[in-house]
């Protein structure tokens, strides 16, 4: 097994403060979300809305027709409705994608600057480089990449389907070039035991959940069963009782007889999972404790940018429109499509 690391230095991320939004009242929110849905009739629009933003969108998303999922479903999702607008309430990669898919419709999203820090730190001119120097390793991107470095992969994979499709790959004898994020690509090593050059990127709010603290937690709550998102680092993932995407996160909590749960992963999921299981006590795995800095304390601060208020005006002004060069997108519509075959063959 290849365990070689890229040399390139990974630029130091900037993470935004998490935005402060003015308090609503009951009668004030009612009132935006009224004027909300009304502007999605006029706009014969949709929202796409991923799991880790404020659940009053994934409520929206949901009253109104839209979608409410991982970055699988979302990227299914745009190319199935007959929206002329899609209105994506998440990180701009998820807007990026839906864009690459229907280069017919208007993407929209409340703010432009919502990123990733896995993206900010996989520049397209680096992760090239790197590409270049390794021509014999077929290029496998995760979602959280910009469009341009999806235009120089093979394949594009989301974490609920990166295992087989990485399974699927290892029985050809291929060797993997993976970006961006070494903790989801050394958990999928590990796995599959295929040859692998990994990216050095990783998650503000995944690489921030504490072991030692996650131990004490663990003994306070004997019954809890620890839910693990496969971003997070070795130490955390040792601890984990179950392992997954956001979507098998959610799936565990409603199927599992556990009453508390300990949730490594973006405080965003518990909406659904309250939603699915009313009744169990979800607790968020701790990112304090010796050395921790919480620069994001268990939400996506890109992630909090999403709101109401912004989702209102974006509708008003037509404004933060995605866009993307065509011959960039049609080399990576490639990788995207082809997740999305695999996928379907698989569940067929």
Known sequence: MNNETQPMRIPRISVPRHPVWPALGAA?????KARIKTLLKERNALLVSHYYVDGDLQALAEETGGCVADSLEMA??????????????????MGETAKILNPEKRVLMPELKATCSLDEGCPADAFSAFCDAHPDHTVVVYANTSVEAKARADWMVTSSIALPIVKYLRAQDKKVLWAPDKHLGHYIQQVTGVDMLLW????????EFKSVALERLRRLHPDAAVLVHPESPDEIIEQ?????STTA?????????????????????????????????????????????????????????NALQNLEQVLRSGGNEIRINEAIRQKAVVP?????????????
């Open 28 to 32: 004030e929110k009612t009132a935006l």
């Open 240 to 244: 984990a009782d179950v392992i997954g």
């Open 200 to 207: 050095q990127g990783s998650c503000v709010v995944h690489e």
């Open 336 to 348: 995207i499509q082809r997740m999305l075959d695999f996928s379907k063959a698989q569940s067929a």
């Open 76 to 93: 299914r999702f745009g190319s199935e409705t007959d929206a002329e607008t899609l209105v994506v309430c998440g990180v701009r990669f």
């Open 249 to 305: 996160l959610i799936d565990a909590v409603a199927s599992m007889h556990n009453p508390e749960f300990i949730i490594a992963t973006d405080e965003g999921i518990f909406w659904k999972m309250k939603q699915l299981a009313p009744g169990k006590k979800l607790i968020a795995a701790p990112t304090a404790g010796e050395g921790a800095t919480c620069e994001s304390c268990a939400h996506c601060p890109w992630m909090a940018m």
